[in-house]
């Protein structure tokens, strides 16, 4: 099941694979996996060179390490090329589920000064719904992108989208702007995609994947779709971070952001047409069930597949990064009652959060 939400008035197009077939201190909660210093001292005998702490060069120079070229092959020879960001140093690698689909293989690229050759990955786990994909590569020394809250983030606050458009070659393209929009909705191949940061960096074909950044290289999100119209231009969209960790632990053993777990899959019932669709009030709002894992806490409580979470906590969930947030606020081991309405009517239901294993199924 999925949530059906009014997609922006003008068509959006993935920035799919080309050719393809604030310095300051971290926000509470922030998972900071490794910061990359600068350095800016002059070899003996030169000039220093100036000061340039807090420029956006500064903050293009901290998160270039994570950045890599995802490059793909697919039946019948078709090629395509892509970005990704590194989230941990043994080779877990985010990028758009839209870049590895339906390939036959992907290979990675690196910008750190360490891995000067190409490594071979694979697809460790896929979120077509949220156009999000987890790969892996035979590595332990890569550099992580630092984390911060895309919560955070406030209407023309500064970011940089980083990644590898038009098959241009010698580097990544840089490109910044700002924050133009808050919890957009666009229509993706797999369903609507919700709560995605509107900006005017440009993204382009081969961006997908690839990193928006705070003015501090912080990953705020995932660069996924620009708009292709003769009425628009600048109008770009990424997926935001806080709504992106709870999936990525989903589909790999990322241990990104908690380890408490529902033991659920779940979209957002948000807007009138969603509601309607379900044969639910236009009002209603909410996360609805799109999969219950065997074994997990959701089997235990009795969750179903069409359940609706309408609150937790007495806290009203409206979507599903309402639900997704206040779960990442939880521990292991923490009750959490939801209110439900489901074809049998209103009901609430106790889930104990269990521990999230690899892949994220018992």
Same mark, same amino acid.
């Given at each position: 099941m999925r949530a059906v939400a009014l997609a922006t008035a003008a068509a959006a197009l993935l920035a799919g694979c080309n050719g393809g077939g604030e310095d300051e201190e971290a926000a509470p909660g922030t998972t900071a996996t490794r910061?990359?210093?600068v350095q800016e001292t002059a070899p003996a005998g030169t000039t220093p060179a100036p000061d340039r702490t807090g420029t956006l060069?500064? *903050?293009v120079e901290r998160v270039l390490p994570s950045v890599v070229t995802v490059r793909t092959s697919s039946f019948g020879g078709g090629e395509g090329e892509a970005t990704g960001v590194v989230l941990r140093r043994d080779g877990l690698i985010l990028t758009n589920n839209h870049v590895v689909e339906g390939t036959t293989g992907v290979t990675i690229s690196f910008n750190d000064e360490i891995h000067t050759t190409p490594l071979e990955a694979d697809v460790i786990g896929t979120a077509p719904e949220r156009d999000l994909a987890v790969i892996r590569v035979d590595a332990d020394d890569l550099v992580p992108v630092e984390l911060a809250r895309s919560s *955070?983030?406030?209407?023309?606050?500064?970011?940089?989208?980083?990644?590898?458009?038009?098959?241009?070659g010698g580097g990544p393209t840089v490109t910044a702007g700002i924050v133009s929009g808050l919890d957009r909705t666009i229509e993706g191949p797999n369903g609507d995609l919700t709560g995605l940061l509107q900006t005017d960096a440009a993204i382009n074909p081969g961006n997908s994947g690839g990193p928006l950044v705070d003015r501090s290289g912080r990953l705020?999100?995932?660069?996924?779709?620009?708009?292709?119209?003769?009425?628009?231009e600048n109008i770009g969209f990424a997926i935001a971070i806080d709504e992106a960790l709870p999936v990525i632990a989903e589909i790999s053993d990322a241990r990104v952001e908690t380890e408490a777990w529902l033991g659920i899959s779940f979209s957002s019932v948000d807007s009138e047409s969603a509601a309607v669709q379900l044969g639910l009030d236009a009002s209603t709002r909410g996360a609805a069930v799109t999969e219950v894992y065997p074994g997990g806490p959701g089997a235990k409580a009795d969750l179903q597949v069409g359940d609706l979470i309408i609150a937790a906590d007495d806290v009203p969930?409206?979507?599903?990064n309402g639900l997704a947030n206040l779960i990442a606020e939880r521990e292991v081991g923490d009750e959490l009652d939801l209110e439900l309405i489901d074809s049998r009517g209103p009901r609430l239901v106790t889930v104990t959060l269990a521990k999230r294993t690899p892949g994220g199924v018992p």
């Open positions: 910061t990359v210093t060069a500064d *903050a *955070a983030l406030r209407l023309g606050d500064l970011v940089i989208a980083i990644g590898f458009p038009a098959n241009l705020v999100g995932i660069n996924t779709a620009g708009i292709r119209s003769s009425d628009t969930i409206r979507n599903a």
